[in-house]
């Protein structure tokens, strides 16, 4: 059964860090992309925030979160991991990792239709 298993958010004060973990199963990362996204209070719309292209280490990032955050993996552990730096009280929010079996591009990483398997969500809050 294919799934992706996000972890490591919390409450943390402005200008803090956190990490979040995507955990894959039933699958591996080769030649695969895998995005994160994040969803915030009253959006009904998922924002892409960044995606990793295991086939050719390729990565994308958001225009709100380049520079802060850096995206990253481990095949060994088939993980995936988003280091948040310098985080602010408008990147609270539900944070997803998803993955559609296939390579992203620059024009498709963002758009949460391109992705057909998703976590269940880790809550990210920033205050202070």
């Known amino acids: 059964q294919i799934q992706v298993v996000e972890s490591g958010g919390g409450l943390v004060q402005p200008g803090g860090s956190l990490r979040l973990a995507c955990v894959a199963s039933?699958?591996?990362?080769?030649?695969?992309?895998i995005g994160w996204f994040r969803q915030g209070p009253g959006k009904e719309v998922r924002e892409g925030v960044s995606?990793?292209?295991?086939?050719?280490?390729?990565?994308y990032h958001a225009n709100s979160v380049r520079g802060r955050f850096t995206i990253s993996s481990d095949k060994a552990k088939n993980t995936v991991y988003l280091r948040m730096n310098s985080l602010r009280p408008e990147d609270t929010a539900v944070y997803y990792c998803?993955?559609?079996?296939?390579?992203?591009?620059?024009?498709?990483?963002?758009?949460?239709?391109?992705?057909?398997?998703w976590g269940q969500g880790t809550q990210v809050t920033v205050s202070s």
């Open positions: 995606c990793i292209n295991d086939r050719d280490g390729s990565t």
């Open positions: 039933g699958f591996t990362l080769d030649g695969h992309a």
């Open positions: 998803a993955t559609d079996l296939r390579p992203q591009d620059g024009s498709s990483w963002r758009w949460p239709l391109n992705y057909g398997y």
